[in-house]
């Protein structure tokens, strides 16, 4: 289902969440640590010493929360119905790299048609609960060579390993 923990969109929300949020935390706590003196100086007044410590807070919580949520979304890539998907995505990039020659390069015209007449054939397909239709994998021409497709039009790529999102096609 579209907006569920876990489900990929054209644009990597959950990626570009988590490295923001991750971000955000790291300014946050480097920022501070370098203008302890400042702020030793400059607190002086009441509001000041009351709005600074506020914002800072504000965004390490909201950092956190971004950072987490991302985390969790990409996280649930490696559970529930999506296990036969990592693996097979796994397996597969493995499989298409040794074909290839294991040099991660763009795959040839032949080749690409060689493979994909393969996976055709094997017309694999898997359920994610709330898809609107089966999980096709679907091959690219550069590396990581398999992507999915969700229906819709929407044909995400993985990296194999981490399953965060390279962003749809």
């Known amino acids: 289902m579209k907006g569920a923990l876990g ?15 991750a971000l955000l935390l790291l300014v946050v706590v480097v920022t501070g640590a370098l203008s ?12 000041a010493r009351f709005l600074v410590p506020t ?6 919580v909201g950092g956190g929360a ?3 949520w991302g985390l969790a979304s990409i996280g649930a890539r490696h559970v529930g119905d999506w296990v036969e998907i990592r693996d097979y995505a796994r397996k597969e990039n493995q499989r298409i790299l040794a074909e290839s020659g294991n040099d991660r390069s ?15 054939i094997e017309g694999r397909a898997f359920t994610l609960g709330g898809a ?3 999980v096709r994998p679907h091959l690219f021409y550069d590396y990581p060579y398999l992507g999915f497709d969700f229906g819709d039009g929407l044909v995400v790529r993985f990296e194999p390993h981490t399953m965060w999102s390279l962003g749809g096609d």
């Open 7 to 21: 489900y990929p969109s054209e644009i990597p929300v959950a990626e570009a969440a988590t490295s923001f949020g």
């Open 36 to 47: 302890r003196s400042w702020r030793r100086r400059h607190l002086a007044s009441g509001q």
């Open 55 to 60: 914002i800072v807070v504000v965004l390490i």
């Open 66 to 68: 971004l950072a987490g």
């Open 106 to 120: 763009r795959l040839s015209e032949n080749q690409y048609r060689s493979i994909a007449n393969r996976l055709e």
């Open 132 to 134: 609107p239709s089966a």
